[in-house]
């Protein structure tokens, strides 16, 4: 996965290979996808491949995300709900008996 410059005379020059590399590493990195998991696919796998594992784990923590907020709506509501009739409970406490 490494660049592996050229030196000369102290210097590091990259091939036009190498800029492509790099180029590839910061976009997968931009995607959040893992060191190893860009090892991998500069070093097997298609760059397509690897894309559409990131689809499919973006996917999964959408649909994560999703059912959490889902469960904290449910909770708000419940709350809501709750506070609703301890009010209408205490309201009907205080009432005069006439």
Same mark, same amino acid.
Request: hydrophobic share 35%; glycine share 4%; charged share 25%.
């Given at each position: ?5 050229? !030196?000369? !005379?102290? @210097? ?5 290979? #190498?800029?492509? @590399?790099? &180029?590839? $590493? ?5 995607? *959040?996808? *893992?060191? #190893?998991? $860009?090892?991998?696919?500069? #070093?097997?796998? *298609?760059?397509? &491949? ?13 649909? &994560?995300?999703? !059912?959490?907020? !889902? ?10 709900? &709750?506070? @609703? ?5 205490? *309201? ?7």
């Amino acid at each position: 996965m490494y660049l592996f410059p050229h !030196n000369a !005379n102290g @210097r590091r020059y990259y091939t036009e290979k #190498d800029l492509k @590399r790099l &180029e590839k $590493i910061c976009l997968l990195k931009s995607l *959040s996808v *893992s060191l #190893d998991d $860009i090892k991998t696919v500069l #070093d097997k796998k *298609s760059f397509k &491949e690897l894309l559409l594992h990131q689809q499919q784990q973006t996917m999964a923590s959408i649909e &994560e995300a999703e !059912n959490t907020l !889902n469960n904290v709506q449910t909770l708000l509501n419940s709350i809501e709900a &709750e506070g @609703r009739f301890q009010l209408s409970a205490a *309201s009907g406490a205080h009432q005069k008996k006439i």
